[in-house]
């Protein structure tokens, strides 16, 4: 049987615990019900490309779905399982990316984060 939902990240970070990528998944936990898994690759010297590939290898045939994301993001959506779910399943997506920034300068007329 697969499981739901994996998410994979790099840190330079020793402790997994110290990336802003956990912290915000803690602070949304009781909201996911156990929505996702994680696997953190800790005071990571390798490229993320490798780390990812050999992590789809180990790790793809168990979860429905791997969500590579940076230890540097922070997640408030605990909605997030379901719009993948949407994204995938009902869009017809077989990849899904994200783009972001801290402080974005969205100009007229760049409406994208509107829709």
């Not at 780390?51 to 290898?57: D, G, P, Q, T, V």
């Amino acid at each position: 049987m697969q499981r739901s939902t994996l998410i994979v990240s790099c840190t330079t970070k020793k402790h997994f615990q110290d990336t802003l990528l956990h912290q915000s998944l803690v602070k949304i936990q009781t909201q996911l019900q156990d929505a996702f898994e994680t696997k953190f690759y800790c005071e990571n010297k390798t490229g993320l490309s490798k780390i990812y590939n050999a992590a789809l290898k180990e790790y793809g045939k168990m979860y429905q779905r791997i969500v590579y994301i940076h230890d540097d993001v922070a997640l408030d959506d605990a909605m997030l399982d379901s719009k993948l779910d949407d994204a995938m399943n009902n869009l017809g997506y077989d990849i899904v990316g994200l783009a972001g920034a801290l402080n974005p300068a969205i100009k007229h007329p760049a409406l994208w984060h509107l829709s």
